[in-house]
């Protein structure tokens, strides 16, 4: 969630496990306070906030990994004041084969490299190993940082 805020100062962050609460004062001593109610339970000690000289972005992660909520808020009804981040939206679906692709393209690049003669030395196993170890980590954080993992991306503006 991002609450757009230019030049915030006084900003308070509260993640509960049923709601975030946001506080916050413009340049010109206006007060702005935000309360949702979320959909469903978050995890909060897995969230967290940052903050720029334009906005205050949160990052909520949903408690049931891999469970699409049909809404943000507790209540069926929209605020005025919410909209999706559609350049942040993440679709679970599909992403199973994007994945596959790439597990199959290091597969296919491992084969070549081991048919290939002469025989590879240690060392150079070791840095194949080393570069694929490091593929598979940078796969599972962007797993962590999709919706994958239950992340949920949705921009809040005043």
């Known amino acids: 969630m991002e609450f757009c805020v230019e030049d915030s100062s006084d900003v308070h962050v ?3 496990d ?3 609460v946001f506080s ?4 010109d001593g206006v007060e702005f ?3 949702i109610e979320f959909y469903a339970k978050v995890n909060c000690k897995d969230s ?12 909520v992660r949903k408690w049931k990994e891999k469970v699409a909520w049909p809404r943000l808020t507790k209540e069926d009804i929209k605020p005025a004041w919410l909209s ?4 942040n939206w993440r679709d679970w679906e599909g992403d199973e084969e994007v994945e596959l692709a790439q597990v199959e393209h290091y597969a296919e690049l491992l084969k070549k490299v081991s048919t290939k003669s ?7 196993w070791m840095m194949i190993l080393t570069v694929l170890t490091q593929e598979v980590i940078n796969f599972l954080s ?17």
Not at 84 to 87: E, I, Q, R
Not at 118 to 124: A, D, S
């Open 18 to 20: 049923h709601r975030i």
């Open 24 to 27: 916050c004062k413009n340049p």
């Open 33 to 35: 306070y935000n309360e």
């Open 84 to 87: 999706v981040d559609f350049d």
């Open 142 to 158: 962007q797993q962590n940082r999709r919706g994958s993992c239950g992340c949920l991306l949705v921009t809040l503006t005043s």
């Open 48 to 59: 967290q906030d940052k903050r720029s000289g334009r906005s205050i972005t949160c990052f």
């Open 118 to 124: 002469p025989p590879l030395q240690w060392t150079t």
């Open 14 to 16: 509260l993640i509960e």
